[in-house]
């Protein structure tokens, strides 16, 4: 069975301070990896998934399957970066099914 | 603008009772997901559904069954709710074939039970 730990619960930062969120998991195969985001008041939605390699609202995950991580992170923080962030695993053709983590909230102080 | 509609917001309701929550999506998805989202817990998913009249249990399924007669409707019912299913609920829909990862979320319902 697949694992996804996200082991801190709250990162709280100053502005322009650089951000990583930890995420590892556990998965035999070859997963496929996300990071949700939910701002205060709005709904859950995709931040960003491995296989894009992409950069979304300044942030970066690289997928490290030597260390089983999918670290989220942000060189400069900003206000508006204050939510909840998850971090998802999908079985590779597992049809969306995704386990989540716990959770981490991310303040970021002015 | 894609959307998946949760019906209730809020529901207050009293330990026994049967509690109904709908979600409906208008996008002519496959896939829909009930998902309980507790402080500290994350998301854990409860039930999931791949096809009309489909249903397959997640990680929790015990104490809510579901129904999919349509497919842009899927229903969680709490057949006698208990106090520890306080929580909110998400549901959420993503296509079938894309396997993206990307799932679409309602806004949530937020049952309380006394």
């Known amino acids: 069975a697949q694992r996804v730990t996200q082991p801190e619960k709250l990162l709280s930062v100053f502005k322009g301070a650089p951000v990583e969120l930890k995420c590892n998991y556990s998965?035999?195969?070859?997963?496929?990896l996300f990071w949700y985001v939910q701002y205060s008041r709005q709904r859950l939605q995709l931040l960003l998934r491995?296989?894009s390699r992409e950069s979304i609202k300044g942030f970066t995950a690289d997928l490290n399957k030597g260390e089983t991580s999918f670290h989220l992170k942000k060189p400069f923080a900003q206000e508006e970066d204050s939510a909840m962030y998850y971090c998802?695993?999908?079985?590779?053709?597992?049809?969306?099914?995704?386990?989540f983590g716990k959770g981490i909230t991310l303040s970021v102080r002015p | 603008d894609v959307k998946v509609t949760q019906s209730s917001r809020y529901l207050v309701k009293r330990t026994g009772e049967k509690v109904f929550l709908e979600c409906v999506q208008d996008?002519?998805?496959?896939?829909m997901f009930w998902y309980r989202q507790d402080p500290g817990l994350g998301l854990r998913l409860i039930y999931f559904?791949?096809?009309?009249?489909?249903?397959e249990k997640g990680d929790i399924p015990e104490g809510y069954s579901v129904s999919r007669e349509k497919k842009e409707r899927f229903s969680l019912i709490l057949e006698s709710a208990s106090t520890n299913q306080t929580s909110m609920y998400l549901c959420?829909?993503?296509?079938?074939?894309?396997?993206?990862?990307?799932?679409?979320f309602g806004e949530g319902s937020r049952l309380t039970v006394l």
């Open positions: 959420a829909s993503s296509r079938l074939a894309a396997n993206t990862g990307e799932l679409f």
């Open positions: 998965y035999s195969g070859s997963p496929e």
């Open positions: 491995h296989i």
């Open positions: 998802a695993l999908s079985p590779s053709g597992a049809n969306s099914k995704l386990t």
């Open positions: 996008m002519d998805h496959e896939n």
């Open positions: 559904s791949y096809d009309v009249k489909m249903k």
